[in-house]
């Protein structure tokens, strides 16, 4: 007979598992791609050593992103929310950690999006995962046949991408959605090693928004990528081509946020996010 969970502990929605929350590294939640021994960046030149060591390792970048403490502010504010959750989930334990990169370890599509919501990935441990403007990127790469299933409900559902993979520019969520520049600067080098790791294959990345879209030219900058002069400027289906020292040119695209502030609105429909994922299908064709 199983025992029931410690007060502390809530079982997790598809394993009945309990868990703490946060959730303890190693502890079985699924996909938590850490160990308890996965090594914890807990300043900004952490990251960069830590990032670094793992160069080449995707599994092992997703797994040290995903313990990572290089932020106070940001650490302090996702764990809040993990401590005190939201009603309408009342009983379900909470992630309560950065939500690291997610997807087909050799895509062709990186989807690159802000940070995780403090209800969404910060609850479920997987990148736009659980709530509404995940089941319009989900839905839409399903769609587009990238992704097995069209709803992305939690970690563990089952949901399978082919082809594509997701990551957020600052990997924990922030107050007001708001990362400050410093954040920005502190997580990039997650960004940098993960698109590294990933070039070989890497052929288009759709970036989310204005925020999004800087971050991934940032991105290419450091790694040594050509990015056209004057800076190009976000756009609901702005293209440039970023050329690789010895490779094929990976093509950046935008598209508005999937945000409930542009679905709601009207400012970004089903069928403008389907004509963007068809235009990376394009894009690819061409290169
Ligand atoms: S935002 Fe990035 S660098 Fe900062 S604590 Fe989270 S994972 Fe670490």
Same mark, same amino acid.
């Not at 600052?170 to 600067?185: G, H, M, Q, S």
């Given at each position: 007979?199983?025992? %029931? ?16 929350? %946060? ?26 050593? $830590? ?9 092992? /970048? ?11 502010? /940001? ?44 209800? !969404? ?8 995962? !659980? =709530? ?5 990127? *989900? ?41 400050? %520049? ?9 960004? =940098? ?17 204005? *925020?999004?879209? =800087? ?7 450091? $790694? ?6 004057? &800076?190009?400027? *976000? ?17 950046? $695209? ?19 996010? =389907?004509?963007? $994922? ?6 690819? &064709?061409?290169?």
């Amino acid at each position: 007979m199983t025992s %029931p969970p410690a007060p502390a502990e809530q079982p997790h929605p598809i394993t009945g598992e309990p868990f703490a929350s %946060p959730v303890p590294p190693g502890t079985g939640w699924p996909e938590d791609p850490a160990a308890p021994d996965t090594p914890v960046a807990r300043t900004a030149a952490d990251v960069v050593r $830590l990032a670094g060591e793992a160069a080449g390792d995707l599994a092992e /970048l997703e797994a040290r992103q995903s313990v990572c403490r290089a932020c106070p502010r /940001l650490v302090a504010w996702r764990e809040e929310v993990a401590a005190t959750g939201r009603r309408s989930y009342a009983g379900q334990p909470y992630w309560g950690r950065p939500v690291p990169g997610w997807g087909d370890a050799a895509p062709w599509l990186l989807v690159v999006g802000l940070a995780p919501a403090a209800h !969404g990935g910060n609850r479920t441990g997987r990148v736009f995962t !659980g =709530d509404r403007s995940g089941d319009w990127i *989900f839905g839409a790469l399903h769609r587009a046949g990238l992704g097995g299933q069209a709803e992305s409900v939690h970690a563990g559902d089952g949901l399978k991408l082919d082809g594509a993979r997701i990551a957020a520019a600052v990997r924990c969520a922030p107050p007001a959605n708001k990362p400050t %520049p410093l954040e920005r600067d502190t997580c990039a080098p997650w960004l =940098d090693r993960e698109v590294r790791a990933i070039e070989g294959s890497l052929e288009v990345m759709l970036a989310l928004g204005a *925020f999004a879209w =800087d971050a991934a030219l940032a991105c290419a900058r450091r $790694l040594g990528w050509t990015v056209p002069a004057p &800076r190009p400027r *976000f756009g609901h289906g702005a293209a440039t081509s970023l050329a690789r020292p010895g490779g094929a040119p990976v093509w950046l $695209l935008g598209s508005y946020h999937v945000s409930q502030q542009n679905t709601f609105t009207g400012k970004l429909t089903e069928p403008m996010l =389907d004509a963007v $994922l068809g235009s990376a299908a394009e894009l690819r &064709r061409s290169r």
